[in-house]
């Protein structure tokens, strides 16, 4: 009923009832003559009174049928939304391809979809009878029941995890497992819900990354960041329990001799070999890593004494030195070792390094094929070699180079016919350095290349001079380097040079021993075959001593060579240095090649060279080497009178 309308009638009735009593009051007062007023105006208003009552009783009824028929319709559709949502779950469960399972409190089955028996290989019957726990990795499982405890004790409200599992047929599969614990109106846990996902590709494609980033991927051994992960944990461990370990640095002797003769890939399958023999070599608690190219570290644990050390790197020098068949050939190689051992040779890894890395550069120094432990005394040559490399850097910008130059003389006229330019540094400090050891220095420190460019812009220079001063037929040799040929440019660089001093090409001889052209022989030759095109003259220096063969002479039809000194030396006091001379002259004259005979020192050698047919000689018989003023005056003297020549203007 409208409001308004309920509060008029409920208005009248009260007004009605108000006159009722005042027309009671009233007849009361004056008497009886309104008496029938007065019952008219109590009937009146006890009518209305009742009306109301009745209305008002009436209004009771009819809004709590209306709410009866609500409450009818509100559980209708609470129990519609009911079957919805069981509906919907029934869908999920049924249809996801993530696996969902109902388990009691003690981790048996209650219910499993289709997507985690398929999983875990079972059927969905047989894992009814089963226990969630025994499918878990012993590794995951104890973790597991601790946080099951927990949801329980409502210390957390889900537990996630990463975990293995078994399947059915042995195999272990990753999985991610989020766990949720069911709970009745008591609050009284009833049952877990877990969904489980399969991540085990991408688990594999993380191990695989994480190999990479710690494995060597040619040989599968450990790479530098794993090794110094390891070492810190065996320095860790060799602190707490007084512990002593070794480290074995070791370098493959020339092993880049053997990739530039039968190729990279060949080379790649002999490193596999040789880290297959240091892994037999080692125990399962030592790690064998390796750093890039050659260098393989050899780290040893529970180092008790150095006799033990010793012995291994003994094993290894025998281990690699056995026979490597590789395409139908058979490779010996041999291996350099350096040794430092915790707590002797250092407290950190960086210093245990180091001195293993400097104990290795004294096994090279040794002869190679041999292992040396570190000593103090190898610290102090090496800060003393820093040093000497330091001012060696600083040689070319402070002017300290010079050249020397010693003459060759034809046997036959006794002409002087060409020099050969001789590098000297100037230096108070380091005056007795000999030119050998200036130039291995600069091999080390990659120093050679602008240092040997000075030497060949310096020499042509000076040959110009000579030639513009009337010894026009004079030649000047200059010594090359490894690493000259290594660059793309030398050939080209030459060139211009000698077309910069107008200088004809057969006036330069480019001398490279033996050993030189044996480090890289494809790439030395050809660049040799490109200089001997532009008419520049070929000289083998130190011949006999290396390994250059008959069939390169003639393939590279070189011009002259220079028989050793260490034969000339003896040729008159040793058989077989002078059957060797002899031998060596013979058939490069047989060749057309022209000999010369480097480090003559007396007339006995002389009389000897003279007499077998050596076509020229070089050395002290006919002079020191002599700075550039001085090799003039030399020039424009007769052999004979060499010796008036003021030995101050000889250099040493």
Known sequence: MNKTLLAVIVGVTIGLAIMGV?????????????????????SLAASFIFLICIFVLLQQVSSKKKKLLSLDSSVHDVHIKLQEQQHLFETIFNTTGIGIALLN????????????????????????AMNYY?????????????????????????????????????????????????RDEKDKPIYFIVQVQNI??????????????????????????KLEQFINHV????????????????????????????????????LQIIAERLRSTVRGTDMVARLGGDEFVLVITDVKKTEGVALIAQ?????????????????????????????????NIQTLMKNADLALYRSKEHGRNNYQFYTAGMTNKAQEKMALQNALGHALVKNEFTLAYQPKMEMKTRRITGVEALLRWKNKEYNTITPDEIVALAEETGLIVPVSNWVMKTACQQLKVWHDAGWSSLTIAINCSSRQFKQSTFVDDILDLISRMSLSP??????????????????TLRVLYALKDLGVQIVIDDFGTGYWSLNNLRRLSVDKIKIDKS????????ETSATITKAIIAMVNKLGIISIAEGVETHEQYQFLAYEGCAEIQGYYLTQPLADSAMTKFLQHPIPDAEVISKTEVTS
């Open 134 to 182: 025994y499918l878990i990795h012993p590794n995951d499982l104890n973790h597991l029941q601790v946080n099951i405890q927990q949801l329980i004790d409502k210390q957390i409200k889900t537990y996630y995890s990463e975990q293995q599992c078994f399947r059915k047929n042995g195999e272990i599969v990753w999985v991610t497992s989020t766990l949720s614990l069911m």
């Open 506 to 523: 057969p006036s330069i001889e480019i001398e490279i021993t033996e050993s030189v052209i044996m480090q890289e022989p494809e790439n």
């Open 315 to 347: 094993n290894v020098l025998e281990n690699v030195l056995q026979v490597i068949t590789v395409q139908g050939q058979e490779i010996y190689l041999t291996t350099s070792i350096g040794i430092s051992i915790y707590p002797y040779d250092g407290h």
């Open 567 to 574: 034969f000339i030396k003896q040729v008159t006091l040793d």
């Open 200 to 225: 085990t590709q991408q688990k594999q494609a993380e191990e695989r990354l994480h190999h990479m980033a710690y494995h060597d991927p040619l040989t599968g051994l450990a790479n530098r960041n």
């Open 105 to 128: 409190l003690d981790g048996h089955f209650l219910r499993i979809n289709a997507s985690l028996a398929e999983l875990l290989g079972y059927s969905q019957e047989d894992m009814l």
């Open 22 to 42: 005042f027309a009671f009051v009233y007849s009361f007062l004056i008497g009886s003559l309104f008496s029938q007023t007065l019952e008219f105006s109590i």
């Open 235 to 270: 320095l860790a461990t060799s602190r707490r329990h007084q512990y002593g370990f070794a480290l074995l640095f070791l370098d493959l002797d020339r092993f880049k001799n053997i990739n530039d003769t039968i190729g990279h890939e060949a080379g790649d399958l002999i």
